[in-house]
């Protein structure tokens, strides 16, 4: 793989950054630490996460969900927890495993697409041209999506059709396209996983009228996403915002957390080239918004050459198919192959695209290294993490304290066993 030269890459803009890698896996305080470790023992003790060789969830996405809720064990609960009975009652994993690869790129047409680049950092770039969302187009999607199933998957029956397809798109961001910008080592912070995208949202050739009409479809869409997939969206480049764009932007910061809009730029048009290329090589930035890259919305990504030199391709593949994927780890885990599923005229396909070698992955015979994972074994040993920390819950650790009394007098009330 070719060296990236310290000019390809950004440091913090403008000083010290809060943002990324601060708080993601590998750049966590000491505090941040023990607030994982606790959150962790909390969740399986709630019976939602499992640890061991092979955990039920790995630290970037619960580390997700302590980063949203501002590190309160207590508050990342409740919405992990209502997460996972919503995908749960929705059969993601089916949904994602089974959809029509054709609905799938309707689907995927309608939204940010992947331009098959990584911004100065790593993350992955999409690009989302709204002018495209025209009410014609809208509709006639969401009546097809209503109307027909595409997967084999149940749902709660008061989600839409028409998010579900929407959700297998925010799948194949969690589990193809952050994975692989993970295992790339050119970057600044490789230790760090990917769990972030950056994303250009050109607004051009909008009317008034238009965005009314998609405030419904597209204020759903947000608040879901908002709810289910926190802390996927980094920095977010809005382009050719038009004269009444001050009053729109009065009901789209409502949709998203304080966070998630101080990360929100506004760019004029005199502004896009400079400020994209503070974040973002002039090679990945797409032709139209002042950058060197052949890629329009509509088309399929143009993989990064320096992705395309870590992969090895299987099967008579030469580049990524229509339709989700994801990565799984192979070689005891030395390696992580992409598997293209979905269904094809009716037949599901489980097919092995490529596989690319794991960053930082250990020698042979040895355990991974890295953060370690949690190791409180106990109830008791999780009170301690949570109240070394000053972003401690009380009711958490409460709630944790009653069990270690329970275990203790049920211990008293046991028969001493002779040897």
Known sequence: MSETHPADRILSVGGHDIGYPHGHLGYLTQDEENSLRSFKVYLEEKGLYKSGPEPSHDDGTLLRFLRARKWSIKDAYGQFKDTEEWREANQLEVLYDTIDVDAYEQTRSLYPQWTGRRDRRGIPLYLFQIRHL??????????????????????????????????????????????????????????????????????????????????????????LATAHYPETLDRIFIIGAPYFFSTVWGWIKRWFDPITV???????????????????????????????????FFDRPNVDPRIREALTWENGYTDFPDGPAYWVPVDGGRRLACIAVG??????????????????????????????????????????????????????ASEMKEKVAAERQQEQKAPTVSA
């Open 262 to 296: 101080s990360k929100i730029f506004i760019l004029s048009a005199g502004e896009v080239k400079t400020k994209l290329e503070e974040y973002i090589e002039p090679r990945n930035i797409p032709k139209a918004y002042g950058g060197e890259l052949d890629f329009d």
């Open 134 to 223: 025209d009410s014609k187009t809208v509709s006639a999607y969401e009546k097809s999506a209503e109307s027909t199933n595409v997967s084999k998957a149940q749902t709660d029956g008061s989600t839409p059709q028409r998010l579900l397809r929407l959700f297998a798109l925010y799948e194949n961001l969690t589990r193809f396209a952050q994975p692989l910008c993970t295992e790339m080592t050119d970057r600044e912070h490789a230790r760090a996983p990917i769990t972030l995208s950056t994303n250009i949202v050109d607004v051009s050739q909008v009317s008034l009228r238009m965005f009314w009409n998609l405030k419904a479809h597209m204020q759903a869409a947000s608040t």
């Open 343 to 396: 269904s094809k005229g009716g037949k599901e396909r489980r097919e092995t695209v490529c596989t690319i070698p794991v960053a930082n992955a250990p020698p042979q015979g040895e355990e991974p290294t890295g953060v370690p994972a949690a190791t409180a074994s106990s109830a008791e040993e999780a009170i301690e993490g949570v109240q070394s920390l000053s972003i401690a819950d009380d009711e958490v």
